[in-house]
């Protein structure tokens, strides 16, 4: 199974990915944790650029970069995992492109989504948790967490409320499930097994 989590910067993707995990693996599944971009060593080169606040990077170029570092991580990591039977839970994948990229800058949604095809093969993900925040919350988190913000994180406000209303667009997909990132970690983690055992059981002969 291909679960991805998807938000906006500071809606809790990595804190649910870890207590996901934990939960799935409680119950005998094999779980792998990984991120995008990242999880490679050419996706965390990238992350290292495309984050970097000293470097002007156009939307053009935040799409390839993603998307290389994206081809990478489905070759090495993503498809080779599935392969072997094993639960790979991502943090962040095409949506993320789509959502920021697309929404966020502007680009159109057709190309990138074809660009993400060249770069996964056309994978997508059995199961993808939009987590969603209003900005106040998610702000406040990210002013919590470090006083050094990255390159997107540094954006404005105009941007991430137009990023947050592309996941909400996405997430009407019957392939997602929109959950509170308000709540309390542990009931959020709760909620998100309660959607994968469910989209387990529904598959089961």
Known sequence: MFIVIEGIEGSGKSTLAGGLAER????????????E?????????????????????????????????????????????????????????????????????????????????IATGALQADLTLVL????????????ERSATRDRIETEGEGFHERVRRGFL?????????????TQPSGQLVEQALHEVRGWMEARVP
């Open 37 to 117: 971009p990242g999880g490679t060593p050419v996706g965390d080169a990238v992350r290292e650029i495309f984050l970097n606040r000293a470097i002007s990077i156009s939307p053009v170029t935040e799409s390839m970069l993603v998307n290389a570092a994206r081809a990478q991580h489905v070759a090495d990591i993503v498809r080779p995992a599935l392969a072997a039977g094993r639960v790979v839970l991502c943090d962040r994948f095409t949506d993320s492109t789509l959502a920021y990229q697309g929404y966020g800058r502007g680009l159109d949604l057709d190309s990138l989504r074809a660009v993400c095809d």
């Open 132 to 143: 969603d925040a209003p900005l106040s919350v998610t702000h406040a988190r990210l002013r």
């Open 169 to 181: 667009k996405l997430a009407q997909s019957p392939a997602h499930r929109l959950l509170d990132a």
């Open 24 to 35: 799935l693996r409680s119950e005998g599944h094999d779980v792998v944790v990984t991120r």
